[in-house]
C-alpha cells in the first residue's frame, strides 16, 4: 500500500487585496485552484501534489505565490458559481481540475491563462481547438484517452471470465461519455459482451439502475470516469457487492473505495505535472504555446480482498502486470 499525505486546502483569497496595495506589482503571483472534487480525501490529496509541484520550483506560499482554493464539490451550480467568484479576484492564472470546472470557467473568462488537469477530452467538450495547438487561453494535461476504455472492458473480461453484460454508469451531465462510448460499443461484441447504458443524476437514479438488474452470473458494473460516480462511489459499490457484480473503475481510489479494480491516470501525477505549466505561463509564456498533454502510463490496481468476496481467482498473470495489490 503507498502512503499519501494528507494537506489541509488553505485559500487565499481574502488577503489578496492587502497584497495588492502592500507590495509592488508582480511580487507575489496569485494562483486560484478550482477543484471539482469535496474537500477530503483523494482532493485533498492532488491539491497536495500541485503545491508540492510549485513548492519544487520555488513558488512558496506566503512568499511569493498565494493560492485561493475553491471546492465544487460535484455540483454544477456551486461550480459554476465558484468560477465567477475566482475570475473576479483577477489572479494571475487558474487551475481547473476536471471537466466542469474546465467548462464553468472557460465560460466565465477568456483573459485570464488557465492550465487544466484530468481532462478526458478537451476538444470534444470545447475546451480547446486542438491538442497540439489549443489557442486561447487554456491548456494543460489530459487523464485519458478514448482507447483506454477497451481495456476496460478486456480487462474485467479478463479477470471475470464469465462476463456477458455490462452496465455502464455515469452522469451525463458532468462525465466525459462521449469519447469512450464508441470504443465501447465497438469492442463489447468482439469479446462477447452485451453493453448496457445507466445514465444516471443522482443517488436514487444509481439504486434503481443496479437495482433493477437481475442478478444474473455474468453480470458486471462499468464506472465511468466522473465526478458524481466519485462522490457516489460508496452506494455503487455496496450495491455491487451485494448482487455479487464484479466492478471495473477508471482510478486508484474507486479500487481502493471497494471496488474490483481500476485501470487509469494518476490524478495527483497529474495535478504535479501541471504545476511546471503554472511556471511557465507565470513567468510569460502563453498558454496558447504549450500543447495539451497526454498521459503516458496508466496504473492498474486490483482489489484482492474485493476478488475474494465476489469468488474471483484472479489470475497470476494479471497480479504480476498490477501496479498496486490491495489485500
Same mark, same amino acid.
Given at each position: 500500500?503507498?502512503?499519501?499525505?494528507?494537506?489541509?486546502?488553505?485559500?487565499?483569497?481574502?488577503?489578496?487585496?492587502?497584497? /495588492?496595495?502592500?507590495?509592488?506589482?508582480?511580487?507575489?503571483?496569485?494562483?486560484?485552484?478550482?477543484? *471539482?472534487?469535496?474537500?477530503?480525501?483523494?482532493?485533498?490529496?492532488?491539491?497536495?501534489?500541485?503545491?508540492? *509541484?510549485?513548492?519544487?520550483?520555488?513558488?512558496?506560499?506566503?512568499?511569493?505565490?498565494?493560492?485561493?482554493? @475553491?471546492?465544487?464539490?460535484?455540483?454544477?451550480?456551486?461550480?459554476?458559481?465558484?468560477?465567477?467568484?475566482?475570475?473576479?479576484?483577477?489572479?494571475?492564472?487558474?487551475?481547473?481540475?476536471?471537466?466542469?470546472?474546465?467548462?464553468?470557467?472557460?465560460? /466565465?473568462?477568456?483573459?485570464?491563462?488557465?492550465?487544466?488537469?484530468?481532462?478526458?477530452?478537451?476538444?470534444?467538450?470545447?475546451?480547446?481547438?486542438?491538442?497540439?495547438?489549443?489557442?486561447?487561453?487554456?491548456?494543460?494535461?489530459?487523464? !485519458?484517452?478514448?482507447?483506454?476504455?477497451?481495456?476496460?472492458?478486456?480487462?474485467?473480461?479478463?479477470? &471475470? =471470465?464469465?462476463?456477458? @453484460?455490462?452496465?455502464?454508469?455515469?452522469?451525463?451531465?458532468? &462525465?466525459?461519455?462521449?469519447?469512450? !462510448?464508441?470504443?465501447?460499443?465497438?469492442?463489447?461484441?468482439?469479446?462477447?459482451?452485451?453493453?448496457?447504458?445507466? =445514465?444516471?443524476?443522482?443517488?436514487?437514479?444509481?439504486?434503481? /439502475?443496479?437495482?433493477?438488474?437481475?442478478?444474473?452470473?455474468?453480470?458486471?458494473?462499468?464506472?465511468?470516469?466522473?465526478? !458524481?460516480?466519485?462522490?457516489?462511489?460508496?452506494?455503487? !459499490?455496496?450495491?455491487?457487492?451485494?448482487?455479487?457484480?464484479?466492478?471495473?473503475?477508471?482510478?486508484?481510489?474507486?479500487?481502493?473505495?471497494?471496488?474490483?479494480?481500476?485501470?487509469?491516470?494518476?490524478?495527483?501525477?497529474?495535478?504535479?505535472?501541471?504545476?511546471?505549466?503554472?511556471?511557465?505561463?507565470?513567468?510569460?509564456?502563453?498558454?496558447?504555446?504549450?500543447?495539451?498533454?497526454?498521459?503516458?502510463?496508466?496504473?492498474?490496481?486490483?482489489?484482492?480482498?474485493?476478488?475474494?468476496?465476489? *469468488?474471483?481467482?484472479?489470475?497470476?498473470?494479471?497480479?504480476?502486470?498490477?501496479?498496486?495489490?490491495?489485500?
Amino acid at each position: 500500500m503507498r502512503r499519501r499525505a494528507f494537506i489541509t486546502a488553505l485559500g487565499g483569497a481574502v488577503a489578496w487585496p492587502v497584497m /495588492a496595495r502592500a507590495q509592488q506589482h508582480g511580487a507575489t503571483k496569485r494562483i486560484a485552484v478550482l477543484m *471539482g472534487t469535496a474537500e477530503e480525501g483523494d482532493g485533498l490529496t492532488r491539491l497536495a501534489a500541485f503545491r508540492d *509541484g510549485l513548492h519544487d520550483l520555488n513558488w512558496v506560499e506566503g512568499r511569493n505565490v498565494s493560492l485561493a482554493v @475553491r471546492w465544487g464539490a460535484g455540483n454544477a451550480e456551486r461550480t459554476k458559481a465558484f468560477a465567477t467568484e475566482l475570475v473576479g479576484l483577477a489572479p494571475d492564472i487558474i487551475l481547473a481540475t476536471n471537466t466542469p470546472t474546465a467548462r464553468a470557467l472557460k465560460q /466565465a473568462t477568456d483573459r485570464i491563462p488557465i492550465v487544466f488537469a484530468g481532462l478526458a477530452d478537451p476538444i470534444a467538450d470545447g475546451i480547446v481547438t486542438s491538442l497540439s495547438n489549443p489557442q486561447g487561453n487554456i491548456t494543460g494535461f489530459t487523464s !485519458f484517452n478514448a482507447e483506454i476504455a477497451g481495456k476496460w472492458l478486456q480487462l474485467l473480461k479478463e479477470i &471475470a =471470465p464469465g462476463t456477458a @453484460r455490462v452496465l455502464a454508469i455515469y452522469n451525463p451531465d458532468t &462525465a466525459p461519455y462521449a469519447i469512450f !462510448f464508441p470504443v465501447l460499443e465497438t469492442v463489447a461484441p468482439q469479446i462477447a459482451v452485451t453493453l448496457l447504458r445507466a =445514465p444516471v443524476r443522482d443517488k436514487a437514479a444509481i439504486e434503481s /439502475a443496479i437495482g433493477g438488474l437481475a442478478p444474473e452470473p455474468g453480470t458486471a458494473l462499468m464506472v465511468m470516469p466522473d465526478v !458524481f460516480t466519485t462522490l457516489h462511489r460508496d452506494t455503487i !459499490f455496496t450495491m455491487a457487492a451485494a448482487r455479487r457484480f464484479p466492478t471495473m473503475c477508471p482510478l486508484r481510489y474507486y479500487a481502493v473505495s471497494g471496488g474490483l479494480m481500476s485501470y487509469g491516470s494518476d490524478f495527483a501525477v497529474l495535478m504535479r505535472q501541471a504545476a511546471p505549466y503554472v511556471d511557465r505561463i507565470l513567468r510569460g509564456e502563453k498558454p496558447r504555446d504549450l500543447p495539451v498533454q497526454e498521459p503516458t502510463r496508466y496504473e492498474l490496481v486490483i482489489n484482492l480482498k474485493t476478488a475474494k468476496t465476489l *469468488g474471483l481467482d484472479v489470475p497470476a498473470t494479471l497480479l504480476a502486470r498490477a501496479d498496486e495489490v490491495i489485500e
